[in-house]
């Protein structure tokens, strides 16, 4: 009865992770785990080296489908950016480019530097600037959800503060977000596995 009850006060969320399982490779990696997020939110998952932070991503985004509980979206269909950890990973269709936030001044300088690495091969790229590169995809594509696994990796300082002022603006403009990472950007939810 008291199961039944928790469902209802969940589902009144945008989204609801509720009573999660999910054993990978014969490992229990987490056990019941329960958490809702709204709108201008952001969801951190914490945990240490191998317990299954990018696992609970790919859950998701449904990019893996075996688990016990319920994932439940409260909207009916939404663009999600899901940003892997592997800076190596590309995105094709750079004729997007234009298609930029405009409401903002302050996102020129990104616009500049981005326009600035589109013109480099990828191969030519270091990791930090291949990082930059996957990154300027969230202003590229204005995407309601984001989900970003360690999005701070090979960042240097200055390109750490752009990423969080990126983010504050997501989350004025009714973004969510869903982040993997070991540091805190901006205090919000948390779930430790
Ligand atoms: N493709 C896969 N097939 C089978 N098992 C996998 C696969 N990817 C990851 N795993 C296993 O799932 C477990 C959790 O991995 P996951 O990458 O989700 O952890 P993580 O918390 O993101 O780790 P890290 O902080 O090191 O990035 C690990 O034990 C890993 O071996």
């Not at 009850?5 to 990696?29: A, D, E, G, P, V």
């Not at 998701?60 to 939404?78: A, D, T, V």
Request: overall charge positive.
């Amino acid at each position: 009865m008291q199961y039944v009850t928790k469902h209802i006060i969940y589902l009144k969320s945008y989204f609801n992770i509720i009573n999660i399982c999910m054993i990978r490779n014969n490992q229990l990696l987490f056990y019941n785990k329960n958490i809702s997020l709204n709108k201008q939110e952001i969801l951190y998952i914490k945990g240490d080296n191998g317990s299954g932070k990018t696992t609970l991503l790919q859950l998701i985004i449904k990019i893996l489908n075996f688990y016990e509980g319920l994932i439940h979206w409260n909207i009916p269909h939404s663009r999600t950016f899901f940003l892997p950890s592997n800076p190596y990973l590309d995105f094709e269709n750079l004729l997007l480019l234009p298609i930029v936030y405009k409401q903002d001044k302050r996102l020129r300088f990104l616009i500049n530097f981005i326009t600035k690495l589109f013109r480099k091969n990828s191969e030519e790229l270091s990791m930090g600037e291949r990082r930059i590169k996957q990154l300027s995809y969230l202003i590229i594509y204005a995407n309601p959800i984001w989900l970003l696994d360690e999005p701070e990796s090979n960042l240097d300082t200055k390109n750490k503060l752009k990423l969080q002022f990126l983010i504050k603006l997501h989350l004025k403009n009714k973004g969510m977000l869903f982040v993997t990472t070991h540091r805190l950007i901006l205090q919000n939810y948390t779930i430790l596995l």
